[in-house]
Nanobody
């Protein structure tokens, strides 16, 4: 059974960097069958896809966040990380990591999400 667990600070000050980690168990982040995404949901709004890291380490980001976002990985720990720079209160959201199955390009496993609030 694949499980994803997000972790990181729940409160970040404006202009600082938001850093989150997703730890994957029951699967390998280097499997060519899957990719790993970060998705967020601001309060009262829909889900927003932020970016993805593929099995080979290549990354793709949504254009609106590309200049502030970095996704990386630690293959020895089966972890993926998210960094979002220069945060503002508009970055307040529940942040999720999710697995993308290449057989149908659907998100088949999700973490439970972690609330991040940007406030001074």
């Amino acid at each position: 059974q694949v499980q994803l667990q997000e972790s990181g600070p729940g409160l970040v000050k404006p202009s600082q960097t938001l850093s989150l980690t997703c730890t994957i168990s029951g699967g390998s982040i280097t499997s060519s069958s899957y990719a790993w995404s970060w998705i967020r949901q601001p309060p009262g709004k829909g889900l927003e896809w932020m970016g993805v890291i593929r099995y080979d380490g290549s990354t793709f980001y949504t254009p609106s966040l590309k200049s502030r976002t970095s996704i990386s990985r630690d293959t020895s720990r089966d972890q993926i990380s998210l960094q979002l720079n220069s945060v503002t209160p508009e970055d307040t959201a529940v942040y999720y990591c999710a697995r993308v199955d290449y057989s149908d390009f659907l998100f088949d496993y999700w973490g439970q999400g972690t609330q991040v609030t940007v406030s001074s």
